[in-house]
């Protein structure tokens, strides 16, 4: 309801004092408060871009938020998901989300939705919504969330992060493009790795999401220049902003309907040639390692193919590191076929999926390993707990 009636929409007194530095602002003034209080905005994810989106959202007076997770609150995700605290951890985001929003505004209305967004509910889901954002981390929901909107004509508010670097614009707004013309077709499965693989700078998702939240209030009240058309990048290292030009392709296949976007983004294939790879790879359990390693034999290489950051903050006892990076060059798998020496190979990773694919490729060198199950998680969780966990 972007255009809504607003001689329906009335603010009480506790409104005017709460939003009294948006009254005296020429651009906002009485009718753009009453244009946030009957707006109502979709946030999809309470993450790291969810987290200052929703927060803001909910000061400048939104009336009604949306808000779509299925995941729970975990340690790992309060260095940069600040909605969340401490003492939410294990508990549904949605809940503590709200709990959040509330504090700040109780004037808002907050919708929970705890499910995973899909094809099966998308067009439900955001349809009673006039503003959708994406604060996800995949490409499937990326895409689901494009296709909705867009069969739905809704504006969708975009971010994305990953290390040191953001990016933001605002699809399928007033004639401008959408994702697919950023994108038409997805990246390789596993190409780009996640933030939980790549890691992220805790402050960058507070800043993309602040520029998410000013776009979606800018869209509501109809005032400045929205980033449509325009893919904002953001550097934290350099501190700086650069533009792209984005203009929708007038050849872009037609979004007639929502359809398998796991399949789209070739995730089942991937995910079945990860598995026979895997498959032909023998594993050992931690507690299997940890027989071999205190029965003092030395017929065995164990080697930690994580990233050396990673392996400065925790390592198994007598690991060599050689990043899986290295492997792939080349470089890596020369010095693994020094350091063998007719031994056995062992690898480890932090989960096992690195490692395992680390030993794909020395496979196909001529070169069988063993990957530990699980990795360095594993063996913190099972076997030394002094270990620290990331």
Request: aromatic share 6%; with cysteine; net charge negative.
């Amino acid at each position: 309801m972007l255009n809504p009636n607003l001689d329906q929409i009335q603010l009480n007194k506790e409104e005017y004092e709460r939003y009294s530095r948006h009254l005296i602002l020429p651009e906002v003034g009485l009718e753009g408060q009453k244009r946030l209080k009957a707006a109502s905005v979709l946030c999809i994810g309470t993450g790291g871009l969810g987290s200052p989106l929703l927060l803001y959202l909910a000061a400048a007076g939104i009336g009604r938020i949306g808000i779509v997770d299925f995941d729970i609150v975990d340690s790992s995700n309060l260095q940069r998901q600040v909605i969340h605290g401490t003492s939410w951890v294990g508990k549904p985001k949605i809940e503590s989300a709200k709990n959040r929003i509330l504090e700040i505004n109780p004037l808002c209305q907050v919708d929970l939705h705890n499910t995973r967004l899909s094809s099966e509910n998308a067009l439900k889901l955001l349809e009673p919504y006039d503003v959708i954002v994406d604060g996800t981390d995949n490409f499937p929901t990326r895409y689901l969330v494009n296709d909705a909107c867009v069969l739905l004509n809704k504006p969708n508010v975009y971010g994305s992060i990953f290390r040191f670097e953001g990016q933001a614009t605002v699809f399928n707004y007033e004639g401008g493009p959408n994702y697919r013309d950023l994108y038409p077709e997805p990246p390789p499965p596993g190409m780009v790795p996640s933030c939980a693989e790549g890691g992220v700078l805790g402050i960058l998702p507070g800043l993309i999401g602040v520029i998410q939240a000013t776009e979606t209030v800018k869209i509501i009240l109809g005032k400045g220049q929205t980033l449509s058309g325009r893919l904002l990048l953001y550097n934290s290292l350099d501190m700086t902003f650069r533009e792209l030009k984005l203009r929708p392709n007038p050849v872009r296949p037609v979004i007639e309907k929502l359809i398998d976007y796991e399949q789209f983004c070739g995730i089942p294939q991937a995910k079945a040639e990860e598995a026979k790879k895997q498959m032909e790879i023998p594993e050992m359990t931690v507690q299997e390692l940890k027989q071999l390693l205190d029965s003092g034999a030395d017929d065995f290489v164990l080697v930690d193919v994580r990233n050396p950051n990673e392996y400065e903050i925790a390592k198994i006892p007598g690991a060599v590191l050689i990043p899986l990076p290295d492997i792939e060059r080349g470089v890596g798998v020369e010095k693994v076929k020094e350091l063998l020496n007719g031994h056995r190979l062992i690898a480890h990773c932090k989960m096992g999926g690195r490692s395992a694919k680390a030993l794909g490729i020395l496979k196909q060198a001529g070169i069988e390993g063993i990957n530990v199950k699980g990795g360095i998680t594993a063996w913190s969780q099972e076997v030394d707990s002094s270990v620290p966990q990331y």
